[in-house]
Structure formats: C-alpha cells, structure tokens
C-alpha cells in the first residue's frame, strides 16, 4: 500500500474522527445485568451437559433408547422431525400468549411469553419436543437439569424442578414418547426472583402440549427449492424462515456439516436498513450473500441469506437477486388464514 | 460490587467514547451502533476476567466490536420488533457535518469486511498487520481490501482514481 493510499485513507475518514458522537443509549448497567445472566446461563448449560449424562445413565434410560427406526405423525423413517410438519401443539394457557415456533430435524419449540411480558423481560416459556434418542442435554436456559420425580404428564414419568440455582426458574421434562424427551421450561419474573407460580404454569402448559399432531405448516410467501438443496429448518415467528441445506455428505447427518446454508425470511416491520439498490421499484440491501427486499409486500420485507456465497451457485449477488426475485408473498400476508405451503 | 466489577466499569467508561466512534462508522447510523456497543461491553463483562489479563485489552475489545459487527448479520432476527405496539425509536440527532454525513453515507454502501477494514486501518489507526489478526485474514487480503474499499469510495464520492503510479 502505497503512502498517497494511506493519506487519502486518513484524511478521507478524518470528517468521522473528529466530530463528537451523538447522545448514547450505551447503559454499562445494563450491559452488566445482562452479562451476569449469561454467565449463568454459561454455567448452568455447562453443568446440564454433566447432569444430563449422570442422570440419564443413573436411570438407564440411554440403554433403553432405540437408535433409529421409532416412526410417528411427520417424523421421518430415522426418527427425526420432517420441519415443514409441527408435530407440537399448545392449547391457549391462562397468563400466556404464543409468540414462536421453530423446526428442525431434532427438535421442535414453541415458545410462549407471559401476557404481561414487556420486550424488555426475559419471562417466557418454551416448549421443547425431541426426535428418536435425542436426550435433552440443550435444554433451554435459566434452570437446572431436574432431579424431583414428578406427577406424570400425559401418563408418563415426569422430573420438576422450581429453583433458583444458579437463577430462577421451573419446568417439567417428561417423555413424550416412549424413547423421546420433552420438557417446558417457564422462567422466573426476573433472575433472581422465584415465580410462586413457575411450576404451576408449567403443569398447565405441558398438560396443554399436544404431541400427536401432524400440521403441514403455512407461510406467506411460497420458495422454490434450490436444485439439490432440502429443507432443514423452519420458523414461525416475529419473523417467517425456510432454511436450505446442502444434502448431507457420505458420513451422513453426523457427518461434517454441509458447505452452506439458504435462508429465506419473511419479516414482518423490519427494523432499519440501509437500501443500497431498487429490486423490482423495492428498496433494497445487496451485499455479497445477503439481499433484502423492503417492504415487498405491505409491511413484509424479504431477506435472502447465503452463509457461504463463496462456494455455491449464489456467489454472485446477481444470482442471489435473481432467487430472491422468484419468492412470491400471498396477496394480504397480513391475513395468516391466506398462508399457504411454503415450498413450490 | 468486586474489584473486578469496578475496574471494568472503570475501563468501559473511558473507552465508551472511542468505542462509539468506530462503532458509529461501522454501523453507519447511531441506533445501530450504539446496539454494538452494548453488545460489545456486555460480552466484555461476561470474559472480564480473561479480556482483562490480555497484552493488549484494547486490541481484544477492538476485535470483540469488530466480530460483532461482522456477525450482525447472522442476528438480524434480533432486530426484528415483537410486537407492532413497540415503537421504533426517534432518529438520533444528527451531529455530522456535511461532510460527514457523505462519508458515512458512502462508507455505508462498501461490504461489511471492506468497510471493517477501512475503519479499523484510517480510524482505529491500526496498523495491516493488527487490521489482518482483529479480521483473521491475511495481511495480503487487508491490503486487498483497502485498494477495493478507497476505490470504491473514491467511485461513490465523484473522486477521480489515482493513476497507477501515483500507487
């Protein structure tokens, strides 16, 4: 690099450099507030992991746990979950409100938040479906590996905890079927302080999940599949996601993980973006692996996002515009009963 | 509140305005870089203990914004507002002066990693070799990456390029 480039560089950059930066939202106590609830969570995920294993070996429950071959309502022949089909349901509880349903081949979610939940809150439930023999040892956050035999759900062994140790929260985790886990988890109000009625709560919202259902899930805008690619995940929430795998290599879904990933998300009022083109008279963002379209249909905008564009047939940005061009939102995406099969 | 706690209020305090400048820049508006930092000092909180054994704490406090602006993308999700009741926030004042804004504006439109680079060699003032450990990519594709973001600066502001052997 030249010393004319270095000059240019710093005196084009200097106009930034000087003038002082706007009135902050910076909060350093926020900043640690939140960074002690992710120690915690850092804790009490590393001590789960250990739990689950002693646990799960001091009931001899891994020994009775098929490895493969278990069907039922949308799983696939290997056990696991097909994600464009919910094999999870939750019947309305008292106190709170759907907010999000995720899908992948291992685990199905949805989660819940407290009526009176602010944006700011971390009080939530969720509940958490797995496929054939996979032990809950991701079990959410803000608990602690249960140990407490609990009264069955829906006929089956239950364990309960309602602790704040190392933070507050409750939840159950039964086995949905006879060699698959689930588990609601409801948080405390706050961190450090015990919901009298955590463990209540999550009675009602596992006596509210439904696990015997096969619901092909709806979107407001169809996609077409990318030659050679497959659905891997799926998302219904503040925001809409397809996601796009490679297939998996020779070792298989244990195998090392497939080059890259296609995600195609309807989002509903994205927040700020800086267009930098028109896509079709849109304002858009265009980068390498990464295009959205603004508001594409009312206030549903579309976002395209290649992991890897360096090692597939979007590496180039026109490529990925051109697919992002082939995504078709219903007519009112603002009416979920217009939804349609995502994939076309 | 530990001594550990105080030294990293300490520490955050004092650096806040630097941080929020590069963040500024990187970003392009306020809101979004003030989302950095916030992100930035919390993650810095959560490895205190390591972050500030390190040679180098600003370097490794640097790189901390840096990846977390390169991984913003990724986070989009956590952009998106839950419910319609929730306000988007009021655009921060404006306290760029034309000039400023014109290059915050052109800044704005180069690549996540070409703008990074351009930030943290011109405005961080970090050296190749720093800019080359803080990206994790060679000093050779710094270098790289600075000929193709001047030029594409040069390209957005009307300059005219340089000849060959004015580089």
Known sequence: ?344 | VSDATVEYVDYVTGHLPQLRRVAHALAGDAHRADDLVQETITKLFVHWRKASQASNLDGYVRTMLVRTFLDERRLRWARVRLTASVPEPAPAPDHDSAEGVTVRAALAQLPHRQRAVLVLRFLADLSVDEVAEVMRCSPGTVKSQTFHGLAAMRRLLGEPAPSVKEL
């Open chain 1, 1 to 344: 690099m030249s010393d004319d480039e270095e000059v240019y560089g710093v005196t084009l950059l200097a106009p930034l450099r000087e003038q002082p930066p706007p009135p902050s939202r910076v909060d350093i106590a926020t900043a640690i507030r939140t960074g002690n609830h992710r120690r915690r969570v850092r804790m009490t995920l590393a001590g789960t992991a250990c739990l689950v294993v002693v646990v799960l070996v001091a009931v001899g429950i891994i020994s009775t746990l098929p490895t493969a071959g278990t069907t039922a309502g949308g799983s696939t022949e290997a056990g696991m979950f097909d994600p464009l089909i919910r094999n999870l349901d939750v019947t309305p509880v008292a106190g709170f409100v759907y907010r999000a349903f995720t899908a992948e081949a291992v685990q199905q979610t949805i989660m819940l938040v407290r009526s009176s939940a602010t944006t700011d809150s971390f009080t939530q439930a969720k509940v958490t479906i797995y496929a054939v023999g996979k032990q809950p040892n991701t079990l959410g956050f803000d608990w602690s590996w249960p140990t407490t035999l609990a009264e069955p759900v829906h006929g089956r062994a239950s364990y309960s905890f309602d602790d704040c140790d190392p933070v507050c929260g409750a939840g159950l985790v039964w086995q949905w079927r006879a060699d698959s886990w689930a588990s609601v988890i409801v948080e405390g109000p706050d961190n450090r302080v015990r919901d009298p009625q955590g463990l209540s709560a999550a009675r009602q919202i596992a006596a509210a999940t439904q696990t015997g259902v096969s619901i092909p899930v709806r979107t407001p805008m169809t996609v077409p599949r990318p030659a050679g690619m497959r659905v891997v995940a799926f998302s219904d929430g503040p925001a809409v996601r397809v996601v796009f795998n490679d297939p998996p290599g020779p070792n298989g879904p244990n195998g090392p993980a497939p080059p890259h990933m296609l995600q195609v998300t309807a989002f509903y009022r994205l927040g700020r973006v800086t267009s930098t083109t028109m896509v079709d008279g849109h304002p858009a963002h265009v980068e390498r692996g990464n295009v959205t379209v603004l508001n594409l249909a009312g206030d549903w905008s579309l976002e395209v996002l290649d992991t890897k564009p360096d090692q597939n047939p979007f590496a180039s940005t026109d490529s990925l515009v051109r697919y992002a061009r082939t995504v078709r939102f219903v007519a009112n995406p603002d009416d979920r009963s217009t939804w349609v099969s995502p994939l076309r």
